[in-house]
């Protein structure tokens, strides 16, 4: 039996991430067993619980696949042994509890403990995951900065963690990739745990959902697959729901389980790229489900949030920016979290590994190199365009000229600079040297025009077009 539990062992091993199988699998060891049970012993309670909760179907199915059909039971082992004498006096152990305990069958021992080393650090400081994937450390609400792109659906979430979301437990949060829905879908997660340890969160993807339900199907384990999501899981986190697309059978699988969640008040939590009614090949009955509660979107932050985004991480890694360097990176990796991310610290990482001061001409050197950096758009780009285009001079441009010839080319470049620049309204105006008033004007003029479709459309869409395609 010991050589089974090796092999159920290895077959686990190849299911789990490394680091839960080194921290749940890899120190179970067999203590008893019969005919009709299969007793396990592991370190201490804690175990015991979190085994039952999310491996026990593992041992079993894999105890099944070696023709064993017994149940599978956790107990705490009750004899410690000195690292040193667990290979020694593993023979022995089993020879005289052979002898000593009723009921058991001969050569198995008793409930074993475990030396020191076999004790992995307790994780009750932090929230655990039970379920798929683990939440990320720093993903809770605290550490997300705010930004009018992502102030309601932050409410939203927030509300929905805290059972304040009225007549719904139900939230998908929309928004295309790296702008915050993970952060969100996982900080509801970790405050369910923060609050309640006893709740059961599980955090996982449609792809996982969809290659856990075909192992199932193929290992004739559906019934405990069923089980754990219908009946096992308090909150549920599915990430990226797009992927669901024309897989008929997970849609099914998935709408009966969202069901059962529903029905008993359970939380959920969708993310995905696209509104459920634009996710082409998605029946109806999990259309209808993906869209009862809460549709909230998350768009790209604004150069503010960006700024209070970058000021946030270089306090996270200890390393406070100057403004102007702050601001240049807030200016140049505007698609999403991500890429500011990922341009603060490679010029972060740069100035340490180059003992160089950290200024704009290094953040220019580095942010130039990076894959998907592209040519900003300015006030004074969008000038030089319209200008060009119009045949007029920048200086005509911001003159005091009422002539329309100068006054419907200035209306169309600050109509631009408020469409392709995160400049507020007032400094666009000075830019041109004219009040707010005038610049809300001169916006809400050219959308007027815009609606009739006429000459002036046509010419908007030409600027347009070439400062998205970049051909400036």
Not at 39 to 53: A, G, M
Not at 60 to 73: A, M, P, S, T, V
Not at 115 to 121: A, G, L, Q, T
């Amino acid at each position: 039996m010991d050589s089974f539990l090796k092999e159920v062992k290895l077959h686990i091993k190849e299911l789990v991430p490394d680091h839960c199988y080194r921290m749940w699998i890899e120190p179970v060891v067999l203590s008893t067993h019969d005919a009709e049970t299969i007793v396990l012993s592991v370190p201490n309670d804690f175990y015991v619980k979190r085994l039952k909760e999310n491996y026990q179907g593992y041992f079993e199915e894999g105890f099944l696949r070696l023709g064993q059909k017994g149940r599978i039971e956790f107990k705490v082992g009750k004899k410690k042994l000195r690292s040193g004498q667990i290979n020694s006096n593993f023979g022995q152990t089993q020879k005289s509890r052979a002898q000593t305990t009723s009921g058991v069958m001969p050569g198995i021992p008793s409930p074993l403990s475990f030396p020191s080393e076999f004790h992995p650090p307790l994780p009750g400081m932090t929230p655990a995951f039970h379920c798929g994937r683990m939440l990320k450390k720093n993903f809770t609400f605290d550490d997300f900065v705010v930004g009018d792109n992502s102030s309601f659906a932050y409410t939203a979430s927030l509300y929905l963690a805290q059972g304040k979301l009225n007549g719904t437990g139900v939230l998908f949060l929309l928004g295309k990739t790296g702008l915050g829905k993970s952060h969100l879908s996982q900080a509801v997660g970790h405050h369910m745990l923060t609050q309640d340890g006893g709740k059961r969160v599980f955090y996982v993807t449609a792809e996982d959902f969809t290659n856990e339900m075909i192992y199932s199907l193929r290992n004739n384990s559906i019934d405990q697959f069923k089980e754990k999501y219908r009946l096992k899981c308090d909150v549920l986190i599915l990430e990226d729901v797009h992927f669901l697309t024309g897989k008929s059978a997970t849609q099914k699988e998935l709408a009966m389980t969202l069901d059962y969640l529903i029905d008993a008040d359970k939380k959920i939590i969708f993310s995905g790229c696209e509104r459920p009614d634009e996710i082409p090949k998605l029946n109806d009955n999990l259309k209808s489900r993906l869209n009862m509660g809460v549709v909230t979107e998350i768009k790209a932050p604004d150069f503010g949030t960006r700024v209070k985004i970058l000021n946030k991480k270089s306090k996270a890694i200890q390393c406070v920016l100057p403004t102007p360097v702050t601001e240049y990176i807030a200016q140049e990796a505007c698609n999403d979290v991500r890429q500011l991310e990922s341009a603060l610290l490679s010029v972060v990482t740069r100035g340490q590994l180059m003992n160089r001061k950290i200024d704009i001409e290094l953040a220019r050197s580095v942010l130039e190199k990076m894959t998907g950096t592209r040519k900003r758009i300015t006030i004074d780009l969008i000038k030089k365009m319209v200008c060009e285009s119009f045949e007029v001079s920048e200086q005509e441009l911001v003159s005091k000229s009422r002539k329309q010839r100068i006054v419907k080319p200035r209306q169309v470049a600050i109509f631009l600079s408020k469409k392709y620049t995160d400049q507020p309204i007032k400094t666009i105006g000075a830019s041109f040297k004219r009040y707010h008033a005038t610049a809300i004007y001169s916006i809400n003029a050219v959308e007027k025009e815009m609606e009739q479709k006429g000459q002036r459309y046509e010419q908007i869409r030409y600027l347009a077009d070439k400062l998205e395609s970049g051909s400036f």
